[in-house]
């Protein structure tokens, strides 16, 4: 059984800094792609970061300079450190396990909620 369980979200300041961290199980977790995704309320859920089986970290623009993925692959767990964060981060953060075959579809875990108010 495939499981993808988050943590680390949380009210934080405007300024302030996060870390998402993301545990998988049931995969051979270091073949897949790691994403992060986040979904605001009334929009689409949309990437954030992903770093793949080579290590290779794609950003969008919005959070580019701001935050960093990374994995552990001895601890099958891949993270996201979240610095400057801004009211437009606030969302719920999904973690997303992409297998190396494009046709096998994506896992994901159930979210954490991210909320950045003064």
């Known amino acids: 059984q495939v499981q993808l369980v988050e943590s680390g979200g949380g009210l934080v300041q405007p300024g302030g800094s996060l870390r998402l961290s993301c545990a998988a199980s049931g995969i051979i977790f270091s073949i897949y792609t790691m994403g992060w995704y986040r979904q605001a309320p009334g929009k689409k859920r949309e990437l954030v970061a992903e770093v793949t089986s080579g290590d290779k970290k794609t950003y969008v623009e919005f959070v580019e300079g701001r935050f960093t993925i990374s994995r552990d692959n001895a601890k099958n767990t891949v993270y996201l450190q979240m610095n400057s964060l801004k009211p437009e981060d606030t969302a719920i953060y999904y973690c997303?396990?992409?297998?190396?075959?494009?046709?096998?579809?994506?896992?994901w875990g159930q979210g954490t909620q991210v909320t950045v108010s003064s």
């Open positions: 997303s396990a992409q297998h190396i075959v494009d046709a096998i579809p994506p896992y």
